[in-house]
């Protein structure tokens, strides 16, 4: 598939969308430091991505975050996102930190689809439902991908399949219309000079 159009019996069957991080959620870059002994990082999130992630919320669909990396950022992002399945394994085991999430919803992959970019995605992409490759993904990865975005992580890739995902299901135009509506109602609104 090209990422053009997604099957709607396929888009239907998802309830979970789960993604990787570095190279999906971000553009694989990282920035570490050290200040007075303390180590910190930092990752670059793409704020349109971040808005498709709250139209799947609005249709109803359950975000997941699956990252092989342990990193403060990837929680507050998770945070302000209001997605509250996350697994992060320092070894890079995220086939098992997803089972084990999906096995709490009483879920199987037959529900979820996957957006990935590297090596340590393909155990989950063999198994999911529905496999996506962002735009930068390797070459093995994007030739078991279902879903080929022409984006790359980082810079609008999870919107892109966000967008793809709630055309097919039928959502996107409601999706679009409740989020604009949500915005349109006046109140006051703190403004500081």
């Known amino acids: 598939m090209s990422g053009a159009r997604l099957d709607p019996a396929v888009a239907a069957r998802v309830r979970y969308v789960a993604f990787d991080v570095d190279g999906v959620l971000t553009d694989g870059g990282i920035y570490l430091g050290d200040v007075d002994g303390a180590r910190h990082e930092f990752k670059r999130y793409d704020i349109q991505d971040g808005l498709g992630i709250y139209f799947l919320r609005l249709a109803g669909l359950i975000p997941i975050i699956v990252t092989g990396r342990v990193s403060v950022s990837v929680e507050l992002r998770a945070r302000e ?23 709490k919803l009483h879920l199987d992959m037959e529900h979820v689809a996957y957006v990935g970019d590297d090596f340590p995605d393909l155990a989950i992409l063999r198994r999911v439902a529905l496999p996506v490759a962002v735009g930068n993904a390797v070459p093995e990865i994007r030739d078991i991908a279902q879903v080929r975005l022409t984006k790359h992580g980082g810079r609008g890739a999870i919107r892109e399949f966000c967008e793809l995902l709630l055309r097919a299901r039928g959502q996107w135009d409601e999706v ?18």
């Open 81 to 103: 996102l209001g997605i509250e399945h996350v697994a992060q394994d320092a070894d890079a085991q995220k086939l098992i930190g997803l089972r084990t999430i999906l096995d």
């Open 176 to 193: 679009v219309h409740r989020y604009v509506s949500e915005r349109s109602v006046e109140r006051r609104t703190m403004v500081t000079s």
